[in-house]
């Protein structure tokens, strides 16, 4: 297949490369390599997907409407995979006018030039973010999410919607893929992990908000890859789909666990809870088990070792 990847560079979005061009298919990565973090980051994973000669970079913006009408005007792609977005839940709250331009201004873009060029298939990355601030777990993909808690969330549960208008009305399969807190090597330094990496690793104290009871249902990259892919294989009519590692940790039981994996003390100070954030994520991966063959490996334990083994080999601070 020859597919477009949005935020080809990114931290998902060059795993999710690397698989696909590992079993062949070929890749058109579109990033517009933004300020969010260091760009040189991105540049470095875009690299490693350059080493593969299926790979064609697409230096473009989601906004840019005469450099995506000429990227799709090319040789016709079989599928979109849609990574690319403004990410973040604190961001967003600051800035809601530039997740709202990006994540669903940049999607109806996309949506858009899928329909004009009859592109078949489209996987859009969601969030966990869109069941807000639901305490009754697991999460399952037939629960309300009528109110997310931040403009982030409010943007992915936006593109879930438009994806289904982009179905009806024009016969576009689209899957919607609801990741749950995703980490591993290449992680963007502002998340969770790696950010509490950089501040245990310099002996800094750990913010742990609230009592520290707040819990997550954490999920290693190459299992979210997987579901990607599976994903993009078995796109068709409209879909949607939790990937997760189906099980849940308290903030303070990760932290304790990520300072073992680092090899440091587990230092930590007490902070007031945070608004947008949400009390737990819990996925039933069950329709993904059933329909994708999904199945989350990595445990926590293995993920952050191989996680702090990449932290180290790269001097990530």
């Known amino acids: 297949m020859r597919i477009l990847l949005t935020g080809a560079a990114g931290f998902i979005g060059s795993h999710t490369g690397e698989a696909l061009l590992a079993r062949g298919d070929r890749v058109v990565g579109l990033d517009n390599f933004n300020a969010f973090y260091d760009p040189a980051r991105k540049r470095a994973n875009s690299a490693l997907l350059a080493r593969s000669e299926r790979f064609e970079l697409a230096p473009a913006d989601l906004l840019d409407e005469p450099a995506l009408?000429?990227?799709?005007?090319?040789?016709?792609?079989?599928?979109?995979?849609?990574?690319?977005?403004?990410?973040?839940?604190?961001?967003?709250?600051?800035?809601?006018?530039?997740?709202?331009?990006?994540?669903?201004?940049?999607?109806?873009?996309?949506?858009?030039?899928?329909?004009?060029?009859k592109v078949p298939r489209f996987v859009f990355a969601s969030s966990s973010s869109v069941y807000g601030g639901r305490t009754a777990v697991p999460f399952r993909e037939t629960d309300p999410v009528d109110h997310p808690i931040s403009p982030y969330a409010a943007t992915k549960k936006a593109g879930e919607v438009l994806g289904y208008t982009w179905h009806h009305l024009h016969g576009l399969h689209f899957t919607a893929l609801r990741y749950f807190t995703v980490y591993g090597p290449r992680q963007r330094p502002e998340m969770a992990i790696h950010?509490?990496?950089?501040?245990?690793?310099?002996?800094?104290?750990?913010?742990?908000?609230?009592?520290?009871?707040?819990?997550?249902?954490?999920?290693?990259?190459?299992d979210i890859v997987q579901g990607t892919v599976a994903a993009l294989d078995r796109c068709e009519?409209?879909?949607?789909?939790?990937?997760?590692?189906?099980?849940?940790?308290?903030?303070?039981?990760?932290?304790?666990?990520?300072?073992?994996?680092?090899?440091?003390?587990?230092?930590?100070?007490?902070?007031?809870?945070?608004?947008?954030?949400?009390?737990?994520?819990?996925?039933?991966?069950?329709?993904?088990?059933?329909?994708?063959?999904?199945?989350?490996?990595?445990?926590?334990?293995?993920?952050?070792?191989?996680?702090?083994?990449?932290?180290?080999?790269?001097?990530?601070?």
């Open 195 to 222: 950010k509490f990496a950089t501040m245990l690793s310099r002996a800094e104290p750990v913010p742990v908000y609230g009592d520290g009871g707040s819990a997550r249902d954490y999920t290693y990259v190459s």
């Open 237 to 317: 009519g409209y879909k949607i789909y939790n990937l997760g590692g189906s099980r849940t940790v308290r903030l303070d039981t990760l932290v304790d666990k990520l300072a073992r994996a680092l090899g440091v003390p587990a230092l930590t100070r007490q902070e007031p809870d945070q608004p947008g954030d949400v009390p737990i994520t819990f996925a039933d991966v069950s329709l993904a088990r059933q329909d994708l063959g999904y199945e989350p490996r990595v445990t926590l334990d293995e993920g952050l070792q191989r996680f702090a083994e990449w932290f180290h080999l790269e001097g990530v601070k």
């Open 69 to 117: 009408d000429r990227l799709f005007a090319g040789e016709p792609f079989d599928a979109v995979v849609h990574l690319a977005a403004w990410a973040g839940v604190r961001p967003s709250i600051e800035r809601p006018e530039v997740y709202a331009d990006v994540n669903v201004r940049g999607t109806v873009n996309l949506l858009e030039r899928a329909r004009r060029h």
